[in-house]
């Protein structure tokens, strides 16, 4: 295989972005990043070109543009990672890592991720709400890995990929980890991988 042409455009405070990052970290492959920080970044011609819906992460791979940070970790785990099993072949564990990329666009990105994107991008929203929501999630996510390792197989796959930035972020929106072991053990598991990379933490308001 010829080396990849890969080009990542994205915010690196962005658990969207990180997650794109991280798998790719985790493949070992090459790739530049390309820094979209602001409004005006994305909402300018040459960006609206890769993404008409002015959001990020994007990757591009030579003449190939996939948008949207869940399409893009199934597009690498395809091209580049087939028979590592992050997305599994048979259609169970298809499934049950499809169901896990919907609630880390679903109930993730409403919960914890929303609560983050408030604290630090000063997103509006209804805090007490966004927190229920979290600690919903975080629930279930718990008493879902009391007695397995990952999320979706014995393994780690795209679930836990689509999952982690966000979820272990919870904290720099006000969302505590500590009532969640299992979740917490998950973390570790996630980040004890080789080749992981970290989010950086957002900057303290003494430094903003």
């Given at each position: ?45 040459a960006f609206r070109r890769l993404n008409p819906l002015g959001q990020v ?27 590592a099993g992050w997305m599994p072949a048979d259609p169970v564990g298809a ?114």
């Open positions: 295989m010829t080396t990849p042409d890969l080009t990542l455009y994205g915010l690196r405070l962005s658990g969207h972005s990180h997650r794109a990052e991280l798998f790719l970290s985790l493949l070992g492959l090459p790739y530049r990043f390309v820094e979209v920080a602001g409004a005006a970044q994305r909402e300018a011609p992460p994007v990757l591009t791979d030579g003449a190939t543009v996939i948008p949207d940070s869940n399409a893009i970790l199934v597009y690498l785990a395809a091209r580049y990672a087939p028979e499934a049950q890592v499809q169901r896990w990329l919907s609630i880390a666009a679903g109930e993730v990105r409403a919960g914890p991720a929303h609560a983050r994107l408030m604290v630090v991008f000063g997103a509006a929203g209804d805090r007490s709400a966004v927190h229920a929501t979290a600690a919903r999630i975080l629930a279930f996510m718990d008493a879902h890995l009391a007695d397995r390792p990952y999320l979706a197989a014995d393994r780690p796959t795209l679930a836990d990929i689509a999952c982690y930035s966000y979820v272990a972020h919870a904290p720099e929106g006000g969302v505590p980890l500590e009532p969640y072991p299992a979740v917490r053990a998950w973390i570790a598991r996630v980040q004890a991988l080789p080749g992981f990379t970290p989010m950086p933490a957002p900057p303290s308001p003494e430094q903003a």
